[in-house]
Every structure is written in C-alpha cells, then in structure tokens.
C-alpha cells in the first residue's frame, strides 16, 4: 500500500512568487492535514481538508490557501512568498478526525531566496 | 485549548541506557496523546498512541509510553537504547473539540552515545 506522497521534493523559489505543493493521502483517508516545520518552530498546523472541504485552518495569513480534489489529494498554495516561509511543509493523512494518529508524507522542503 | 511541553529540547544516552522523553499536555478532558518520531530528511512516523483504555501503551521499536492523567504526562521510554534511536521525537495531543487539530510538542532530540 502505497503511503502519503508529496511533491516536489524540493522547490526554490523567489521571494515574491508562488508555490505549490501536492499531497496524496493514503487510500481510504479523506482527511488531509498540512504542517509548517520551520527551523526551531516545530510542527505549526496550517490546514485540515476533509470530503473536500476546509475543516480547519491554523494561525497563517490567507496567503497560504489550499484545496482537496475530489480524490482526496490535496494542493497547498503559498502566495506572495516570503523569506521566512522556507521550511518543511509536511502532508499526513488520516481517520476520524486525527483520532487513530496521522500517516506523514515525507515533505516538500521550500526556500525562498 | 489543549497544549503540550516537552521538557528537554535535547537528551543524551548511552547505548543500553534507558530512554525517558518527558511530555505535559494540557487538556480539560484527556485527550487522544501520541509520540512520533522524526529521523533526518523524513516526515514523522507514529510510534504509538493512547485513546482509552489501558494506559500503558506499548509501540514500535521497543518503546512504550503510561498515560497519567494525574499528572497530565505522557511519557516516553525504552529500556535499552540502540544508535539507531537516535532521532527527534515529538509528542502530540489531539483533543476531543476544538475543530480536532492536533498539537505538537516542540520535539526532544535524542542523541546515543556508543
């Protein structure tokens, strides 16, 4: 069985632009969950999609937007990007609102330069 | 609103020594409390989770951790490390309302000395 996958891998990008980052959950997870590791900040929670709708979102600005598809992948959008929004941007998925824990992706590792 | 500490940003054991990762959350009811663990480059793997029941939850790799809603700890333990437990580990809660996000800890790196 296939696990959560995200892409790209890696994304650079100019202070400025925008990025976009994938998530593919587990099959059978329609939960979605997206997390900011920042370089000694920790796991912050960005946003939480489930059937399709926003369920939950974390303390961002609305430049950081996203979307889940009807097959329950997930896109992350990062408008206007700023230096400090280099990090590790992490996509889990998971059951019953997180309560069974989630499965995590690898990541995208994001610098804005 | 719940929240959780981890007490130590780094710990260091020798191999064959006990692991203890301490972890506090802050919840009006208990909450679902996990750990997972981060190995370099990697996203976060689950290592194990309480939600009821017995409060002694045994994980992956040897570890295991005791809910003690007394003192609103969760704490993390191996008796013997391995070089390959070194790694960060986070400790999570995830409470019952609140729109259900979970929390992260600030995570505990574990260094193993040989």
């Known amino acids: 069985e296939a696990g959560v996958t995200q892409s790209p891998t890696h994304l650079i990008k100019t202070r400025g632009q925008q990025a976009t980052l994938r998530c593919s959950p587990i099959s059978g997870h329609t939960s979605v969950y997206w997390y900011q590791q920042a370089l000694g900040l920790g796991l912050q929670f960005l946003l939480w999609?489930?059937?399709?709708?926003?369920?939950n979102r974390g303390n961002f600005p609305p430049r950081f937007s996203g979307r889940q598809f009807p097959n329950y992948s997930s896109e992350l959008n990062v408008n206007a990007l700023e230096l400090e929004d280099s990090a590790l941007y992490l996509c889990a998925s998971g059951l019953q609102g997180g309560s069974y824990g989630y499965t995590f992706g690898s990541g995208t590792r994001l610098t804005v330069v | 609103a719940q929240s959780v500490t981890q007490l130590g940003s780094h710990v260091s054991v020798s191999e064959g020594a006990l692991v203890l990762l301490r972890c506090n959350y802050s919840s009006s009811v208990p909450p679902y409390l996990f750990w997972y663990v981060q190995y370099p480059n990697q996203g976060l793997q689950l290592l194990l989770k309480y939600t009821t029941g017995a409060t002694l939850v045994k994980g992956i790799n040897g570890f295991e951790a005791e809910f003690k809603k007394s003192e609103t700890s969760f704490h993390l333990t191996k008796p013997s490390a391995h070089m390959s437990d070194a790694a960060e580990y986070f400790c999570?809660?995830?409470?019952?309302?609140?729109?259900?996000?979970?929390?992260f800890g600030a995570g505990t790196r574990l260094f193993v000395k040989a």
């Open positions: 999609y489930d059937e399709g709708e926003e369920r």
């Open positions: 999570a809660v995830r409470g019952h309302t609140g729109g259900f996000k979970t929390i």
